[in-house]
Structure formats: structure tokens, C-alpha cells
């Protein structure tokens, strides 16, 4: 599965990206809010740390707005994903963006259909928002599991890009249901390394070898 990171903070992404463990970057209207930043500026620095796809969202909401923001997104480089919403406005842009050569990351994801209409609009990604399925009772990971059902039927190549995590649990079982991508916000990305028994482990090698001397000579 590949890992995406979920922000539009440049820092965050330069530390993480430096792991080589990052494929790509999601960002939003609201990740954007939270920078502080201009948003086309921070876009750029983001596809200078990252070659994978930087999935930038447009803010209009009619098709001819959205065509006029990508435009302006595709000239940033050319790792960047056009992020539109799932609207009928959406799907239609995405449609003349795909036929285009861009890469479309189809946003707002919370309904099976919603992502099979999206992959028959040649999206290259689907957002489906597991966390804020969550918080209203219902099951993300069930859409997880839908999506990748009706993609596996019909052989189509929309990548399932698992969005609005919150747990490592959710990673977790987004690998598990087959989804492509996982995007994961900088605090949970820092701990997908964490076990108990890693640190236990690593201490009692290092206090053996002390105790004991034993070093590694070249
Ligand atoms: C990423 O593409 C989504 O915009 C993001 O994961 C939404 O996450 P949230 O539900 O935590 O805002």
C-alpha cells in the first residue's frame, strides 16, 4: 500500500519526506487554512520534496471555475493531482481533465456508488472519508471493503486512496481491505513504527553489548 501524507505544512512534509517512505501528499481548503501560507506557493514546494502525485483541491464549485483552478494547479509541475468534489460539476471536470492527461483525486467520498460513478469518470484516485464516516456510527471500513469490491468486478484502474484517518488501526485495516493508498496525517504517520517491545528489544541490545564490550571494528 502506499503511503501518502496528509498536509499542506511544508516542514511536516520536508522532516517525513526525508524518510523515503512518503509516495505522495493529499492536501485541502482546510490543511491549506492551517498553514497560513498561500496556497499555490506552499503547492510548489511541496512538488519540489515529493515526486509522487501532491493532490492539490480546487475551491470552486462549477465546472468552469474548476477547469480554470486546475489550470493553474497543472502549471506548478507535473506530479500534481487536480482534487475535485464529488458533484455532478466534479465529475464532469474530472472527466475533461482525465481525457486531458491530468491526473484526477475525486474528494468526498462516502458512498460506494459515489466511487464507482467516479472511476466511470476516469478518476485516477477516489477519497472515500473513513474518520467521518466513523464519527456518525456508521463503518469506513465497510466503504473501504464496497470500493474495492466493485473495482475488483469491473477491473477499473481508480486507485483507492483511503482518506480521514485517525488511528494506526485505521492503516492498519485499509491494508488489509486492499486499499492503494492510505493518506495520513503527520501524527499518526509517527507512529506507525511504535511497539513496546521494539524499544524494549533495542534497549537490552545496546546494555548487553555495553555490558559485555563487544564492539564492531571495520
Ligand atoms: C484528504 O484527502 C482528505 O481531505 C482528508 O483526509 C480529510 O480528513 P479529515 O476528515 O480528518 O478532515
Redesign the pocket.
Known amino acids: 500500500m502506499k503511503i501518502?501524507l496528509?498536509t499542506a505544512d511544508v516542514a511536516e512534509i520536508r522532516e517525513y519526506a526525508a524518510s523515503g517512505l512518503v509516495d505522495g501528499v493529499?492536501?485541502?481548503p482546510?490543511?491549506a487554512a492551517k498553514t497560513g501560507k498561500d496556497y499555490v506557493e506552499s503547492l510548489k514546494e511541496i512538488c519540489a520534496l515529493v515526486p509522487g502525485p501532491i493532490?492539490a483541491?480546487v475551491l470552486a464549485t462549477d465546472f468552469d471555475g474548476m477547469m480554470a483552478q486546475a489550470k493553474i494547479f497543472q502549471k506548478i509541475a507535473p506530479n500534481i493531482a487536480i482534487?475535485v468534489p464529488l458533484t455532478w460539476d466534479g465529475l464532469k471536470a474530472c472527466r475533461a481533465l482525465t481525457d486531458g492527461g491530468a491526473q484526477v483525486?475525486v474528494?468526498?467520498c462516502f458512498s460506494a456508488v459515489q466511487a464507482m460513478m467516479a472511476a466511470k469518470a476516469g478518476a485516477a484516485f477516489i477519497?472515500p472519508?473513513i474518520?467521518?464516516l466513523d464519527?456518525i456510527g456508521e463503518d469506513g471500513m465497510t466503504l473501504i471493503r464496497d470500493i474495492r469490491a466493485i473495482y475488483d468486478n469491473y477491473g477499473f484502474k481508480t486507485e483507492v486512496?483511503a482518506?480521514?484517518?485517525?488511528s494506526v488501526s485505521h492503516v492498519l485495516h485499509c491494508a488489509l481491505a486492499g486499499a492503494d493508498v492510505a493518506?495520513i496525517?503527520t501524527a499518526i504517520f509517527k507512529k506507525l513504527l511504535d511497539h513496546t517491545l521494539t524499544d524494549k528489544g533495542l534497549a537490552a541490545f545496546i546494555a548487553d553489548a555495553k555490558k559485555a564490550n563487544v564492539t564492531i571494528k571495520g
Do not use: H, V
Not at 163 to 166: C, E, F, G, L, V
Open positions: 501518502f496528509d493529499t492536501t485541502n482546510s490543511l493532490s483541491e482534487k483525486n474528494t468526498l477519497s472519508f474518520g467521518r464519527d486512496l482518506a480521514s484517518i485517525r493518506t496525517p
